[in-house]
């Protein structure tokens, strides 16, 4: 981890505006004032020089800076933009690593106060799961009124409130809404998958035709109008992953589309659905998508991959995989070491 402190050669970093830290992305980077105790001289440098909050997941520059992500600082710096270092004015030509274990491991032990509630601490690396599942005082929308409570405190509003024939009515109307919304959307589906079974037989036959006959007008406009009809539906879903996603469609749809294992990720993609896609274990690790040699197990990937990866032996026996598949990928390393004891015993 680098402590000395660089003097940037270009312009001055961008600062932040009060409004940019109040709107930092929860769980991409915590304001610094919200941990227990002030960050040391160890910990200065991580955190991120454009946003000024401390980064979950430390990305790091080859020139040994940190930033929130593998491609800068979503409030001020994009590396692919402007591939050079803020801090230093060095060219980023590639995207940022993931920073060493042993920081990380520094990282998550830090002591930092919940968001809902100031009283409640935990460590940083259980914060997002205490925010978004475990903290009682999780502000909670009334599905009757709109009046945003404590999720401990949702019950005694709605018992305070409003009478039990509300909450019954509405529970009745919000069950037959969500029953009519997902019908809705089975119905499109089953269209969208008509659609493109009908467009592949006329294209079967279209490619027949060619061999016997032109099409007819009539054909030829139904294809047309098949076509057109596939487009709308597509446009009304979007064509992004984050709309994929939300269609319930796979992380396979975004590569097809030639998006990054990045933009997969941003859309709430696992890592196991972008190894499913077709993305390759460098695509994921250079994202954060997978770590330790443990994220490679989880995510689907093989013992050569996570090999190939930079995982040492010892790290993927510690995940799980197989001694077989072990042996088999690292017998160059076994013989070597087998090598090193016959000389050191011989």
């Known amino acids: 981890m680098k402590c000395t402190t660089t003097t940037p050669k270009g312009p001055a970093l961008p600062t932040p505006s009060t409004a940019a830290k109040a709107g930092m992305q929860h769980h991409r980077v915590v304001d610094p004032d919200r941990l227990t105790s002030p960050l040391s001289a160890d910990f200065a440098d991580l955190v991120c020089a454009v946003c000024e909050g401390l980064p979950l997941r430390p990305m790091q520059t080859s020139c040994e800076h940190y930033f929130c992500t593998a491609e800068g600082c979503p409030e001020g710096w994009d590396r692919g933009s402007s591939p050079e270092c803020p801090q230093c004015r060095e060219a980023v030509t590639s995207p940022l690593t993931a920073a060493p274990r042993m920081v990380r491991n520094m990282v998550d032990g830090l002591q930092v106060r919940c968001r809902h509630n100031p009283e409640h601490v935990v460590r940083l690396d259980r914060l997002q799961q205490h925010e978004e599942e475990e903290c009682g005082d999780l502000p909670q929308g009334c599905f009757l009124c709109g009046a945003r409570v404590p999720q401990q405190n949702l ?3 709605l018992e305070a409130t409003h009478t039990w024939a509300e909450v019954a009515l509405k529970q009745v109307a919000m069950q037959s809404d969500l029953e009519e919304m997902l019908q809705q959307q089975q119905a499109q589906q089953r269209a969208m998958a008509e659609i493109q079974e009908t467009l592949t037989k006329v294209a079967m036959q279209s490619d027949l035709a060619e061999l016997q006959e032109p099409l007819t007008k009539q054909q030829q406009q139904a294809m047309n109008d098949l076509r057109d009809t596939l487009i ?3 446009e009304k879903l979007g064509n992004d992953p984050h709309s994929f996603r939300a269609a319930g469609l796979t ?7 030639g998006y990054s294992a990045m933009e997969c990720k941003e ?3 696992s890592a196991a659905e972008c190894k499913e896609a077709g ?4 695509d994921c690790k250079e994202v954060g998508l997978v770590i330790t040699a443990m994220d490679c197990r989880q995510a689907g990937y093989s013992a050569m991959e996570c090999k190939e990866a930079g995982h040492s032996i010892v790290e993927c026996r510690q995940a799980g995989y197989l001694n077989d598949e072990i042996n088999l990928v690292y017998q160059d390393v076994l013989a070597a070491a087998a090598k090193d004891f016959e000389g050191f015993f011989g």
């Open 155 to 157: 019950a005694e509003h």
């Open 232 to 234: 709308q539906f597509q």
């Open 251 to 257: 992380a396979v749809r975004c590569r097809h589309e």
């Open 267 to 269: 859309a709430g993609y």
């Open 279 to 282: 993305y390759s274990i460098k």
